[in-house]
């Protein structure tokens, strides 16, 4: 009986990690190395849509973009600014979300959606169906970078170009996408229904 129960033990780790979606270690790789100069907790975040280097118009940004907002939420160091704000605060500066922002540009932006840094990155496109990314952690009050890093992340979604005009990027969702936004889905789920689990001792008199 103890042996059965030690296999057991055993296979519970294989099985979580197995139930974690393919390529997500690398985003959270990426978000560690970006944080890893920062200090305190007070910090709120902002993370820019991915342009490509060569200007190509495609939603392989919002994407990469969107699962490296997922991980730094997961992390829970620092708030982060929601997605749908940073956008429409580019849209209305009229500004190209890429790796290479002027001070005074990073400054209005940070003002705008009250973040303290921002994240900006740009997209690569390799010649064995992965895309490097190369994103900058940057302070909003100094426009200095405070970080930088680089992966090399696999395009496992089907994009398509995003629609110029109304800023809004689009693109075609996959099984190994809907995966990811189960996993995450169930993560935020499980986090909730630990909060509402816990009971509060009544005030003594």
């Given at each position: ?124 496109e390799l010649s ?42 689009k693109f075609k ?33």
């Open positions: 009986m103890k042996t059965l129960i030690a296999a057991l033990l055993l296979c519970v780790p294989a099985l979580s990690g197995a139930a974690e979606p393919r390529g997500q270690a690398v985003y959270r790789q990426l978000a560690g190395e970006l944080l890893k100069n920062c200090t305190g907790t007070d910090h709120k975040i902002g993370v820019a849509n991915f342009t490509y280097t060569d200007g190509r118009k495609s939603g392989d940004g919002e994407v990469v973009s969107e699962r490296l907002t997922t991980e730094l939420v997961r992390l829970g160091r620092f708030k982060i600014t929601e997605r749908k704000d940073i956008q429409q605060v580019f849209a209305e500066l009229k500004l190209q979300a890429s790796g290479v922002m002027n001070e005074d540009s990073v400054r209005n932006v940070g003002r705008m959606v009250g973040a303290d840094l921002l994240i900006l990155g740009t997209l690569s064995d169906g992965r895309i490097e990314v190369n994103a900058r952690l940057v302070g909003v009050a100094s426009g200095e970078i405070v970080s930088a890093a680089r992966v090399n992340v696999r395009k496992d979604w089907r994009g398509k170009p995003g629609g110029a005009g109304d800023g809004q990027v969702r996959d099984e190994k996408l809907e995966q990811y936004d189960k996993a995450i889905r169930k993560y935020m789920d499980d986090k909730a229904g630990q909060q509402h689990s816990v009971v509060k001792e009544p005030p003594s008199f």
